[in-house]
């Protein structure tokens, strides 16, 4: 069974259509949240990084929310496989001890145990990871408005009761309760941060230079689910308030990409075709269909057929923290299984770019 389906919009196909899909083509790579739906990229990351971009040497835009920041960050350090295969293994190694009487942990626990692991994980390396001469890194944070401007135990859901009720009038409206917040690195010798790869005409945005003294707290605010982990506050050169998960504002990061005309494809590795804009708009399913903004895009997803095929017939997911509970074993054998399997999915893209058959680029 194949594993991999290809998607792409109609400049992309064009231009695969007059040159095949070369490393010098990439502008942009954008990175969805999406927990650890997230794991079944990883062959394919570090495929993508560690031997096909390699071979190029253009500037390459990286955009990611949540676990798909943590995923570009990771793209950004030297040893890209391993840093990969290490990514890999201490998410699905991830586990809360909990006393006799706790059912779950709690999200000061999960907080300050995912502050840890970042500390092990970046520890002496950050700028490694801001001053790679090559990716430009855009971590993508939701800034709390109005109720959201604090966390609170009435004002946190009544904040986010009033968002989905907004964000349903109208996406662009979740902008008086959620900003998006891209916090960027510096490219070295540029003296200033990137302009942004994207338009930000479609949602209340602003941009904050990222620095070692900020990118820590920026990308645990990128993966701050609320009523899940604590939101970050007090980042350093960003504007004050209340940092959430940048899944909120940008799940797939359904953005108006501006490729630079040399490099002008934006290669989405994704978990599915649809790229749904915000996390509250996963209940709106005319959201999910394309846009005129996703022109330049080719997504590579597995196959909804072979999905089946895995664990559970289906993508890891954060119900699997309750549908196996305290049972790490047979929650990393699962994950584990499905993870090998993806190696499926970079083995038929490296295939494909040797000889880029178009009769299999669906339309996105």
Not at 167 to 186: C, D, I, P, T, Y
Not at 218 to 240: D, E, H, K, Y
Request: proline letters at 9%.
């Amino acid at each position: 069974m194949s594993a991999l389906r290809l998607y792409a919009g109609p400049k992309a196909r064009r231009h695969i259509e007059e040159h095949g899909l070369r490393p010098q083509d990439v502008g942009i790579i954008p990175a969805a949240a999406g927990g650890p739906k997230g794991l079944i990229l990883g062959p394919l990351d570090r495929f993508l990084f560690g031997h096909w971009l390699p071979q190029s040497g253009q500037p390459v835009h990286l955009v990611g929310a949540s676990i798909g920041a943590w995923r570009m960050a990771t793209a950004c350090l030297g040893d890209t496989v391993l840093a990969f295969e290490r990514l890999e293994r201490d998410y699905i190694a991830q586990h809360y001890e909990l006393p006799p009487g706790q059912k779950r942990p709690t999200a000061d626990q999960i907080s300050e145990r995912f502050a840890d692991n970042l500390r092990l994980f970046y520890g002496g390396r950050v700028d490694e990871v801001l001053n790679n001469p090559r990716y430009r890194l855009h971590i993508v944070t939701s800034r709390g408005r109005l109720l959201l401007r604090q966390e609170g135990h009435l004002r946190t859901p009544l904040g986010y009761m009033g968002a989905f009720a907004t964000n349903a009038l109208h996406r662009k409206a979740l902008g008086a309760w959620l900003e998006r917040v891209v916090f960027s690195s510096v490219p070295p010798g540029s003296g200033g941060v990137s302009p942004l790869p994207f338009s930000i005409l479609d949602y209340r945005t602003r941009q904050v230079p990222m620095f070692a003294d900020n990118f820590m707290d920026a990308l645990q605010a990128s993966c701050s689910i609320p009523f899940m982990l604590r939101p970050v506050r007090g980042i350093s050169g960003a504007p004050p308030g209340t940092y959430w998960d940048g899944g909120l504002t940008d799940y797939h990061l359904h953005l108006r990409y501006q490729p630079p005309a040399d490099s002008p494809i934006v290669l989405y590795p994704h978990f599915q075709k649809a790229v749904v804009p915000g996390w509250l708009d996963k209940a709106w399913r005319g959201r999910h269909r394309s846009s005129p903004a996703l022109d330049s895009m080719l997504v590579v997803a597995p196959d909804p057929a072979w999905i089946q095929s895995l664990p559970n017939s289906k993508l890891p997911d954060r119900a699997d923290f309750t549908r196996y509970g305290q049972d790490l074993p047979a929650r990393m054998k699962a994950w584990n299984g499905a993870t090998s399997a993806a190696q499926q999915l970079a083995d038929e893209f490296a295939a494909w770019l040797e000889q880029p058959d178009l009769s299999r680029v669906e339309p996105l």
